[in-house]
Structure formats: structure tokens, C-alpha cells
């Protein structure tokens, strides 16, 4: 059964009692973040429901924010989330590259996991570290100035975890 823990369900309390009554809908984003960690990493169609029916909206409008933001998985990632910046910037100093090196060395195309769960690599929108380009979000950390070479000692760090 899908349900927040007390301690979670007073956390959403919380966020909701920042906003006027009525207006439970902008804790939305930071819900489906304590959604997304508490329930694998990822949201699907009955969490999101869950999430609807404690904030009093419709399913829709959680799966319209859901879909819109690349922070939110959809389907299941692997324990290393490997986000790489696809936008101008980032394009234009070599993330293509980069995406094409990281699907030939872990075997994955982008949006696929590896088979042993450990590796999803997933193309997003702007990070807002464009000086940096070309860069990927892993964890809460920014990796910068990707070459092949950090690439690689990304993913042997990774593995040492």
C-alpha cells in the first residue's frame, strides 16, 4: 500500500501550512520530491494519485507537473542517474559526444539502465550551468567540463559506491 510514513506525512503538512488555504497546489513540486525519494526513485501512475489525494487535486494535474519536469523519473533508474545537459551550450561544446561515449561504453541508449541496475542515462534540458558545457547532473553534484577521460572516472567512482 502506497502511504507516506508519519514523519513524512507531517513534512507534507508542513510545506502545505507555507501556502494560503486553497492553494495546496504549490507544494506540489516539493511533495512529489519526497514522493519520488520515499518510493523507489521514481513516480508512478498510483503514487501520483497518492500524492493527488493528499494535496485535494485531480490525478491529471499531478501527472501534468510530473511529465513537465525532467527532476521527476517516470519509470525506474538505476542507483546512478547520469543527467547530461543536452541544450545549447552543452551541444555546442560536445554533449552530444558525450551522450553518444556514455551509451557505447555502458551498453545503453538514453533513458535505458543498464542490467545491473547501477547506470540511467537521461538527456535533460538546461541545468543552468552553461559556462561549464559540457556538464552533467549526477546525484546532487554537477560534473563539468566532461571530457571521455572524467567520463570514465565518473562511472569507476560510481561503481567503487
Known sequence: MIQF?????NKVKEIVARYPEGKQKSALIPVLHIAQDTFGGW???PV??????????????????ATFYSMFNLKPVGKFLLEVCQTGPCMLNGSDDIIAYITEKLGIKPGETTPDGLFTLKPTECLGACGYAPMM???KTYREHLTREKVDQIIAEAKQQ
Open 43 to 45: 513516480l508512478d501512475a
Open 5 to 9: 510514513s508519519e514523519e513524512k506525512l
Open 48 to 65: 501520483m494519485d497518492y500524492v493527488a489525494g493528499l494535496l485535494q487535486l485531480e490525478p491529471i494535474e499531478v501527472y501534468e507537473v
Open 137 to 139: 547532473q549526477l546525484g
